[in-house]
Each structure stands twice: as structure tokens, then as C-alpha cells.
């Protein structure tokens, strides 16, 4: 479609109308390469509806193009872009005097249907002497923060009151601008209502180009396997996003430590600093995936393997506690299991009553596989185990103090001493007959037994509570004991509700 542009207004300028002359109305293409998609016919009907205006409306799209100036007025600077495409800069937007013959970046605000050019701005440039006259949207310029409301921040642009949306000021959520007030922040020209004298500001516009500059910069620099420094951003439970400079990777939780963590908030914070390695590059997306463990070091279970064979002993932090056992840390990120079945010869009804959260235990390991990173501890093992010489210390027929541990339906479980634990049968309780243990004894209460049989192999203690006193009742076998030994009386043989042992095979 050709756009054919209605007669010029009379230039004032001598450089406009040189600029001019040889302008052709057929600017179909080269308006759209200039306006990037821009809509040419909803930005001639709104010029149909009024005088043109210094400023567009607030979110127009503009475009980046490279052009060269080819003509210095007293106040504009004029732009080929090459064919029939040309444009007009104020010359307020340049620190440094142009030249002609200098070919710049701009950003192409609108089209200007009245005189047939592009308006510009200076890319990056920053526009030090704006008035209400000369506002254009898109201008870099500076603003002092002057106060702060709930929607944003309160700013002056050289004498002219601007609004900031909270939303606009930073890449990232702000939860409180008090800092800000007194500073002075460059912002782009995103709103400008002469009439209404409406300006609104965005500094969120200019920091995602410096970082999408950035971030081109940087993936041309950047190789898998480099270490680089960046700061946490945002910490999720599966990971954490790291900006390494104008672009930001994924640290899985995963990569963080050997340590076992299932959030990340375990390991890091946001502001960390960190040194990671890169493991990925997708340069076609612009993702990174980093490692902050593979930065640190090497992985301690490359060599677990020949430290902690099995058998070794070994010396652990209880890191966490849960139903089944513990977890171990015998290093820096090597790690492993304590079964509560391992923790000790008598039953254990749950983990805590073992071990808690940083105790330090002497262990044996059980197990060890470095490729799949498990291993398995036992406690119990790491000490003398009682029942190999159980019979050097107990013997049938003796009497001894013990603590009832816990009521089973058929009797009663006495600890005579840590990791030797006997059973009190239900008909072993008492002189007359019982349902339930409970009916006598309760857990923790002191008690003296007899011994009745001892089983090493199957490590098995048998204990009457009825036979300690002969006539004494149940209150003497039940009451709490100063301790002591019974010399051994005349042997029963069979014992009702124990165990099948003859002891004086075993004697």
C-alpha cells in the first residue's frame, strides 16, 4: 500500500526545507522498516483530528535505527536513514555537538504526517534542557525524587512535576521507597501532557535495555565451564536465579551443595554473592544453568569410597531425624543413614529417643556404594556388644535389678542394661493368674528379675518377676531395688511360659 502524505506545511527552517525538497510521498516501506509495525493509518487519522502534537500517546512503539546526520539546524539535527526514509532529532538530546556525516542509534518516536519525517531521540542520550515545549516521549532525562506515594514516586524534571509508577522504577519489587527520596534517577520520558502538565517517567525502561545490552554482551563473552561472580536475586524452593551482569542463570537446588537440602532457601539468601560455574548455555533462549557446588571444589564422594570402607569407624554430625533413622554428616557433603534398627541391640520405638539434631556419635559404617552416593551406619556396632559376654555377667537363677521398657500382650520387656533386654512372660508376672502385664508393672518402672534361661545365639533373655522372693509376693519382686545378686537355688528344670533352654548345658 502507498501512503501518499498530504502538502507540506511552509518550513521556517532554511536545513528543514533543504531537507525536504526531495521527499516523495511513497514512503510505504520505508515507514514500515522505520516504525517497526507501527499502525501509519491510525497515526494519520489521529493527526487528522488535530494540530500535530510534541508528544505521542503513552506506550507507542518505537524502534532502533542507525542513521546519519546530514544537516545541523538551530535547533533540530537531520537524519538519513537512507532511501526516502529521513527524520529530525532535537538538538537539545546531544551532550557532545553532532557532526554531519556521524551516523548514530535513534529511537524512532513517530511519524510527523505534517512535515513527512520520523521524530527521534538520541539512543542513551540524556536531554538536559526540557521545557513542556519540547518534551518528546521516549527522552532520557534526570529527575530528583521528591516524595513518595502509594502508587509510586513523586519527582521534578527540571521545575516540572513528574509521576514514577511504582512498578517503574526497578527490575525487581521495591517493598519500600524511602531510600530513593533525594535521588536522582535517569528516566525515560514514557507520558508528557502539555496541557494537563502530566508527566510520567519510567526508569525500569532504560535499565531493561541496559541489561538486554548487557546480557548480548555478556553470552558472547561467556563459555560452559567458566567461573563467574553474581548475586542472588530471587530464591525459589527448586532454585535460585543469579545475575551474573546483565543476565541471570538458574542455580538448582541441586547444584548447590553435596549436602542433602531440599530448598534452596537451605543454602542461599537473596544478596548473596556467589561464585558459580556455568553448566549450560542455550544461546538461542538466553538461559543459563550454573553450579555452585562444582565451583567450590571437587565432589568429596569422588573419593568416599576408599575413606569409609566398611567396617571403618567413623565419627558424624546428626543432621536430621526422622521415623525410620538419622542422617549422618561424616564430611562437607558426604552423607548417610542410621537405621533405627542399628542404633542398638534393644528395641528403639523411635529415633529421637536416641539421637537429636547436631549430636555427635561414634559409628561403624555398614555400607558404602560412591556411584549411587549411599552409605548406611550402624551405632550399636560401635560399641562393645553386650551379648557376647552375657554369660560372664548373668547367669540362670540370679536375681538383678532391671527397668520394665514396654508392655507387649504377652508380658513385659525389662532392660537389665544398655543393649541387653530380657521378656517377662505374661505367667511369669505374677504368683496368680494376669491378662495383661500392665496389671502389675507399667514402662519405667524399677523392678527386680530373676533370670529363668539365656539364649546367646538367639539373644534372649528369659525373666520371672513372680520368682525373685520365694513367698515374697509380687510387691518385693516389683518394688523399686537397690540392686544386688541372688546366689542361684536348686533347678527346676522346665520353666512354665519360657523359653526351651536347659541351663545346666549351658552351665
Same mark, same amino acid.
Given at each position: 500500500m502507498i501512503i501518499v502524505a498530504p502538502p507540506m506545511a511552509k518550513a521556517t527552517d532554511p536545513n528543514r526545507e533543504k531537507f525536504r525538497k526531495d521527499s @516523495?510521498? =511513497?514512503?510505504?516501506?520505508?515507514? @514500515?522498516? =522505520?516504525l517497526a509495525g507501527m499502525e501509519i493509518d491510525s497515526l494519520l487519522s489521529a493527526d487528522r483530528q488535530g494540530p500535530a502534537q510534541p508528544q505521542t500517546q503513552p506506550g507507542a512503539d518505537k524502534s532502533i535505527r542507525r542513521g546519519k546526520i546530514v544537516s545541523i539546524g538551530r535547533d533540530d539535527v537531520f537524519v538519513d536513514f537512507g532511501g526516502k526514509s529521513q527524520g529530525v532529532c532535537s538538538v537539545l538530546q546531544f551532550v557532545e555537538p553532532p557532526v554531519v556525516g556521524q551516523e548514530i542509534d535513534f529511537n524512532v518516536t513517530r511519524y510527523d504526517q505534517t512535515e513527512g519525517v520520523l521524530v527521534l531521540s538520541l539512543k542513551g542520550a540524556m536531554a538536559t534542557n526540557v521545557n513542556w515545549e519540547n518534551l518528546e516521549i521516549g527522552q532520557t532525562v534526570e529527575a530528583i525524587v521528591t516524595g513518595v506515594n502509594k502508587g509510586g514516586l513523586e519527582c521534578e524534571?527540571?521545575?516540572m512535576r513528574a509521576f514514577m509508577p511504582a512498578g517503574q522504577v526497578e527490575l525487581f519489587h521495591v517493598p519500600d521507597f524511602k531510600d530513593y527520596i533525594g535521588k536522582k534517577l535517569t528516566c525515560e520520558v514514557t507520558k508528557a501532557e502539555r496541557e494537563a502538565r502530566n508527566l510520567v517517567l519510567s526508569r525500569r525502561n532504560i535499565l531493561e535495555r541496559e541489561k538486554e545490552e548487557s546480557k548480548k554482551k555478556m553470552l558472547e563473552e561467556l563459555a560452559e565451564g567458566q567461573i563467574r561472580r553474581g548475586t542472588v536475586r530471587t530464591v525459589m524452593d527448586f532454585g535460585a536465579f543469579v545475575d551474573?551482569?546483565?543476565?541471570?542463570?538458574?542455580?538448582?537446588?541441586?547444584?548447590?551443595?553435596?549436602k542433602r537440602g531440599r530448598k534452596a532457601s537451605e543454602f542461599v539468601k537473596d544478596g548473596d554473592v556467589l561464585d558459580v560455574k556455568v553448566l549450560k548455555i542455550d544461546r538461542d533462549t538466553g538461559k543459563l544453568s550454573l553450579s555452585l557446588k562444582q565451583a567450590r571444589g571437587t565432589d568429596p564422594w569422588a573419593e568416599a569410597g576408599t575413606r569409609y570402607g566398611v567396617g571403618t569407624p567413623v565419627t558424624g554430625r546428626v543432621t536430621k531425624v526422622e521415623a525410620f533413622g538419622a542422617f549422618i554428616e561424616v564430611e562437607e557433603g558426604v552423607e548417610g543413614l542410621l537405621p533405627i534398627s542399628e542404633m542398638s541391640y534393644t528395641r528403639v520405638k523411635s529415633a529421637a529417643d536416641v539421637c537429636k539434631e547436631g549430636d555427635t556419635l561414634k559409628l561403624v559404617v555398614l555400607s558404602m556404594d560412591a556411584i549411587t552416593r549411599r552409605m548406611s551406619f550402624s551405632l550399636k556396632q560401635a560399641g562393645p556388644d553386650p551379648w557376647k559376654s552375657v554369660h560372664e555377667r548373668y547367669y540362670t537363677e540370679g536375681t538383678y535389678p532391671g527397668k520394665v521398657t514396654r508392655i507387649v500382650d504377652f508380658g513385659a520387656f525389662v532392660e537389665l542394661e544398655p543393649g541387653l533386654e530380657g521378656l517377662v512372660h505374661v505367667s511369669e508376672v505374677a504368683e496368680h493368674r494376669v491378662r495383661s502385664a500392665s496389671e502389675v508393672v507399667q514402662p519405667g518402672q524399677d523392678v527386680k528379675v530373676r533370670v529363668t534361661e539365656i539364649d546367646k545365639e538367639g539373644r534372649r533373655?528369659?525373666?520371672s518377676l513372680k520368682r525373685v522372693i520365694e513367698g515374697g509376693g509380687i510387691a518385693a519382686a516389683a518394688m523399686s531395688s537397690r540392686g544386688g545378686v541372688v546366689a542361684p537355688k536348686k533347678d527346676r528344670g522346665g520353666l512354665r511360659g519360657g523359653l526351651d533352654f536347659d541351663y545346666k548345658k549351658n552351665k
Open positions: @516523495d510521498p =511513497a514512503l510505504d516501506a520505508e515507514l @514500515d522498516a =522505520a524534571v527540571k521545575g551474573l551482569g546483565g543476565i541471570d542463570g538458574l542455580l538448582h537446588v541441586s547444584e548447590m551443595s553435596f533373655i528369659g525373666l
